[in-house]
């Protein structure tokens, strides 16, 4: 106490000193030589009485004490790893485990039930027409009277149903008493097989209901059919913006868990007959199967005529991981292929079977399944010497999937034949709507081996995704942004052409230009949740099934034929998602400590959950969220440049990929605060695969102060003090401005529902201190044995009694666990909260009434706060907030204690300095400007606790308060010496920078908040120059830029007499509505004052932009002159359009380098040779820049922080093409069985009813005629 009533009255007489009248100096002459010691002094006086402030305020010596009784514990990063793994591997047993049931449950009931008529009136819960809560009464839509048919049907309406809003399932409403269906859009609920499918399901709402009762951490659960529709649990509101895309079958989950991986050649036939729809229809096929493509498969597009041709020229003689990224490059590409001369079949064939033989040969891409699909408009014969050569004799380990396109095709039987002849399906294809449907027949034809040998159900797991309808959308909304950017363009020229031309609107679309090259935010992604998600086949059991097919008897002859077949039907994917929130949570982070973490990697490499997974832009998806590289989130500093990682690096992922344990030392570099931050360090790795899954854990741990951690005494047990101190609760801890963690995992009630985490943690410190306590044990998963009553095979039979059957759909029933505590969280939290209670007393009660209203009326409104490792946060405001203002509090705004910035920085300036306190401001930067007259400064101080011969970081305390007193204080000090040089009328001026290069005051209060590289660049570089700081190049792998779009299609036409009319038609009505508009413009010209000679309206200012000539003369008359200024304004009115790209970006952001800093700092000014003095403000991280203003300031560049594109010769798709990555192929592989050739379906027709001919080729005529 003594000591910091000492340090107060230190303090207060610094500050009366500092108040002196500084008018006395201003008769010095300006011109006068400043000196470096007198610099010096302002350093040393400004960092003392900032720190002997800091030392009064945050009570640190006191927050020290509070630790003593504290024990430090060795880190050991194998046992914690491994300890983890464990913990995730029994989550995700339970999760399999309820799959499992739900498989077992739904092959039963198919068995059972699948054949029984479905009643007339039969009702379901459709997802798409449920209310939600205090919606209206749902508007059903009625057929209007000249859709009326005669067969018309009216459908019974779907089920009704309360939805409730559940925290669990992310605030949606739901009812978990059943489950709802959704039916994709290209889907008829009411088709026999759909509507079959759909009744007999509804008998797993038992099983979902009770997996959730068994494990109340279930998410979501469904069961995907292979007719379409998806079975979910629980109900709830499907909802669709603007329109539904979602189809389960072609979602992770369901592909990788229908068939093994697979290699994919697509040969799409580009002969001149292939033109028009038929074109169309080929590309939307090609894009159904990429559609159908993991990240475990391999694929490439060829198209053919004469030749054969990759469509993306860098992935010749290759195949490509089916990755986001590549998928959409391939897609792109599609666009511009030309249909010309004839298909030469035998060369296309032969080129894909021998890239395939490669690949098989190698043991490269899939390694599994190999299938090559044919899309074509028609075969001369069916190629048989080819498939005797590369497939036959090899027993056939190619598929041959073959896609015949066009309605008046007569001869099928070859098409037909090349699938059927080996081991694939033929599919006829008229129409664009039909493809999606038909497309995915070969997902249930590479089912065929897994579900014949019917004893193996694969467990999937899928790489992270989000909880849309589809990735696609992702370009869509990116799409809307651009146009109701465009129509806000236009909406404001025509509401004010003089506003819209004005400086303020010409700023406003440069910071739009800006945050397109690549200044967007990346933060805010609250409304993705990511996710991974387990899931397993569901076979039929049935042998054989009386089927209908339509058989070609002649060239124009179709009969149905029914009889029956043997089958092996996929009836679909059961599965379940698993929040990446709920195994975050099992990570433990407060045993792995400050600025280390905890991630995952899958067997590809990819990122599944890493704290830098940055996956949305401007609240979009990335393009290729999904697909990044652990390497390119773990930045290694090896100063190589971008893209080309050393052999260390390569062998230290590949050993993680092969889930070997292991550990390594690595120098690395990481960013901070939204890439505007940089530092080097030196961390430990530790690594372990989780068993029976594609995933490995690693851990990083900081080399030096990661070593040790701090646990509570054992003597310190919650329970055991609670009882001895007469049931009282700990919660007497934590009164009054406390947060904890959000992110952690203290204590979870599955059954009750809190307002915050803290409410949620009081009311278990409440249950702690009752006698009859426990803490609650880790749930596991119940035994699963494969042969159980009511699942018992033999010779593929399905065998036992309807009793045992049922008995065994309601088994496995397990007793719900009521809540869920991290036992050492708690205790660690506990004792936090019961050694810092005195936080909660204010300054005022340790110092005398007038000593503080002293200090109040000096700094104005302070917080003192105190964030533990246990994820506590305490604060205190002075003085006290009487009523709440619209500024959170400090531990509302910061609750996330060893995750904040500050508390990271503070801790890693420790080993700087361990007496220093770290500050900060906000940044001000074009992507968020800061307002300076709210802008608070920030100071943060890490606390260590050791025993002698170890320490670790116990807490972190520090203040916040108003910046325009510190920068008083500053303008103070600086002012009390034999010259003036920052005082307004003298010609010094001085900055004070933190560690990082970020201005944190300076005369122009502007500059708060901004690079000095960008005000100063001249003495910048000079600093950086003289190794003051030290430039870390940092590689943004994650980025995205912005392409232009193309509007136009570079593909040739087949020119027809047809579309020579159409083309006079287009010419006759544009070359009318031009002649309408020049007449009706020059009448109101000529009518109008000098004023309105220069509105043009949008559409016009559209059409002029487009068609004027840029070779206008400029020396024409005023009236061309009027013309051209109006083509000049109307550029600025249009956009470009542009489509979201993955790419690299590189910059350089700076760090001050400590080694023989003084040597650096303490040189003398050269007049305007070096203009400049630089010192470290003792006790802090701030440098103070005093710069001669005397001196002209040299033209030198400014120095950027921003993020640029790096520059590579190819596309980046190509680039990791080129130089691929290692991975490990997945474990399970099942691709033949001796049973499959006693199938004999493979393929049916398109073809439409006869009395529909006419209307379909009216339609085509008028949407040929649109074109």
Known sequence: MCNRVGSFILLLLLVFLDSRDCSANAQHDSTSKLSLNTVQSWAVKLGTELYHFGEFITRKKEVQDSFKSAQIESRDGEKLVQSMADDIRAMMELKISAVKRIVEAAENMAFDKQNEPVPEDYQFYNSKEMEEPYEEAAIRTTAEPEFNLENWIVRPPTKSAHLQLNPHFSNIPVNINFSSVHVPTNVYAWAPEVIKGIHWSEGLDTHFLNNYQSDPTLSWQYFGSSTGFMRHYPAMKWRADPVDIYDCRTRAWYMEAAASPKDVVILVDRSGSMTGQRRDIAKHVVTNILDTLGNNDFVNVMTFADTVEEVVPCFEDSLVQATLGNLREIKLALDNFETMEIANFSAALTRAFELLEIYRNNSGGANCNQAIMLVTDGVPYNYKELFEKYNWKYDTPVRVFTYLIGREVADVREVKWMACANRGFYVHLSTLAEVRERVLEHVNVLARPLVLQREKHPVVWTPVYANITDPKVADYLWEQRERAEQKERFMSQRRDKVLFNSEQEQDRRWRITQMKQGQYSELGNSQYQLMTSVSMPVYDLRHNENITENVLINEAYWVSVTKEMRIAKLLGVAGTDVPLSEIQALMTPYKIGVNGYAFIVTNNGYILIHPDLRPVFQQILKPSYNSVDMIEVELFDDDRTPRNFSMELTAF??????????????????????????????????????????????????????????????????????????????????????????????????????????????????????????????????????????????????????????????????????????????????????????????????????????????????????????????????????????????????????????????????????????????????????????????????????????????????????????????????????????????????????????????????????????????????????DVYKPIHVVDYQAVCFREKKTTNPATMLITPLENLRLVMAWFIATTFWVYNSITIGLAQSSSDSYDEEYVTPTVAYQNYENDEETDDLSMSKPHTTRIVERDFEKLVLINRTRPTPCDREMFLYQLDYKNLDEKLNKPSKACERPFYVQLVNYTNMLLVVVNGLCRVPDVPIIPVEATEVQYNESLPCLKHMHPLYRKQPVSCIRNHTEESNIDMCGRGSLPPTKLWIVFGLLSTFRYIAM
């Open 653 to 1026: 992922r590949q050993e993680i990929i092969d889930q070997r344990t292991g550990n390594k030392v690595m120098n690395v570099k990481y960013h901070m605060e939204d890439m505007r931050r940089a530092s080097r360090s030196r961390k430990h790795y530790f690594w372990t695969g989780i068993a029976d899954s594609p995933f490995t854990l690693v851990i990083t741990i900081p080399e030096n102060y990661g070593r040790h951690r701090i646990t509570p005494p054992p003597t310190d047990d919650i329970h055991r003090l609670s009882l001895t101190s007469k049931n009282i609760s700990a919660r007497q801890y934590l009164s009054d401005k406390w947060s904890v963690h959000p992110d952690w995992l203290y204590c979870r009630h599955y059954e009750r529902t809190f307002s915050s985490p803290e409410e949620e943690l009081l009311y278990f410190l409440e249950r702690v201190a009752k006698p009859g306590w426990r803490w609650p044990a880790k749930p596991r998963p119940p035994e699963h044995h494969k042969n159980k009553p009511g699942h018992e095979k033999h010779n593929g039979e399905y065998k036992g009694t309807p009793e045992s059957r049922e008995r065994g759909k309601t088994s496995n029933a397990i007793p719900r666990n009521e809540y869920y505590c991290d036992h050492g969280l708690m205790q660690a939290l506990v004792y936090d909260a019961r050694n810092t209670a005195w936080f909660n007393k204010s300054i005022s009660e340790s110092a005398s009434d007038e000593k503080a209203g002293e200090f109040i009326q000096r700094f104005g409104y302070i917080v003192a706060f105190l964030a533990t490792h246990s994820g506590l946060t305490r604060w205190q405001t002075h003085p006290p907030r009487e009523h709440e203002t619209e500024k959170p509090e400090f531990g509302k705004q910061y609750p996330r204690a060893i995750d904040e910035v500050w508390y990271r920085r503070a801790v890693e300036h420790h080993y700087v300095d361990p007496l220093s306190y770290v500050y900060s401001v906000q940044l001000n930067t074009e992507k968020v400007p800061l307002n300076v007259s709210a802008a608070m400064v920030t100071a943060a101080h890490a606390v260590f606790h050791g025993d002698g011969h170890r320490k670790t970081p116990a807490a972190v305390v520090g203040f916040q308060f108003k910046h325009e007193r510190l920068r008083e204080w500053f303008d103070n000090i600086t002012c009390t010496c034999e010259h003036k040089p920052c005082d307004e009328t003298n010609d010094w001026d001085c900055y004070l920078v933190d560690n990082n290069g970020w201005i944190i005051v300076s005369k122009d209060t502007n500059q708060t908040g901004q690079f000095f590289g960008k005000i100063r660049p001249d003495i910048m570089t000079r600093l950086i120059e003289e």
